[in-house]
């Protein structure tokens, strides 16, 4: 069974920090996906990440995949407070996706 | 504009009572899913299609049915909904059906209470 693990769960920052939110699998995949959820509205992909070694950026975000290690990591550069959200990461296994719980992020001025 | 509906936004129902939740995407594509989002626990996926003729379980199915009679509808049936369906319903698709190695366009979401 695979299992998704996000840490932190939660997680307050300044503007300017930087900070990297880790996403753990237990099962051999090699397609891990970000998404970004806004308070009350729907999710929003960030990131596809399908393959070993994969990294993928856009903005202050930099996503990353070590499918060895089984471990996909979602830096932050120089917080702003527009990152605000709940971020998850999603793990394929054949045609389905396992989540993780979510990592809710406030970035205060 | 590309999107994906759902319908109905917000659904107040008592036990027992047959429901629909239809999903509809206009952008031709293969793969779809239906996934419910309850605190603390991420999203789940219940049911996904990877094409017309293909339909399969997720991770929690029991109490749902589905159904993919054409490209663009994914309704989500509750033939008999219980308390413990309560809960914030998305549909989501994808380009590709073998596999998917795309990004997902989610609907706006379906918030159900059963009591």
């Known amino acids: 069974e695979l299992k998704v693990e996000q840490n932190p769960l939660f997680l307050s920052m300044q503007e300017g920090k930087n900070y990297t939110i880790y996403c753990n699998y237990s099962t051999t995949s090699d397609r891990l996906y970000w998404y970004r959820q806004d308070p009350g509205k729907s999710l929003e992909s960030l990131f596809v990440l399908l393959s070993n070694g994969a990294v993928k950026q856009e903005g202050r975000l930099m996503a990353s995949l070590d499918t060895k290690a089984r471990l996909s990591t979602l830096h932050i550069t120089a917080a702003v407070h527009d990152l605000s959200a709940t971020y998850f990461c999603?793990?394929?296994?054949?045609?389905?996706?396992?989540w993780g719980a979510g990592t809710k992020l406030i970035i205060k001025p | 504009e590309a999107q994906v509906t759902q319908n109905p936004r917000y659904l107040i129902t008592v036990t027992g009572k047959k429901l629909t939740v239809t999903c509809s995407q206009n952008?031709?594509?293969?793969?779809m899913s239906w996934y419910r989002q309850d605190p603390g626990l991420g999203l789940r996926q219940i049911y996904y299609?990877?094409?017309?003729?293909?339909?399969d379980k997720g991770d929690v199915p029991e109490g749902y049915k589905v159904s993919r009679k054409e490209k663009r509808n994914f309704p989500l049936i509750l033939e008999s909904p219980s308390p413990n369906q309560t809960s914030l319903y998305f549909c989501a698709s994808s380009l590709s059906g073998q596999l998917p190695s795309y990004e997902q366009y989610f609907g706006p979401g379906t918030r159900l209470t059963v009591t």
């Open positions: 999603a793990v394929a296994l054949d045609y389905q996706l396992i």
């Open positions: 299609s990877m094409n017309v003729e293909v339909t």
């Open positions: 952008m031709n594509h293969e793969y």
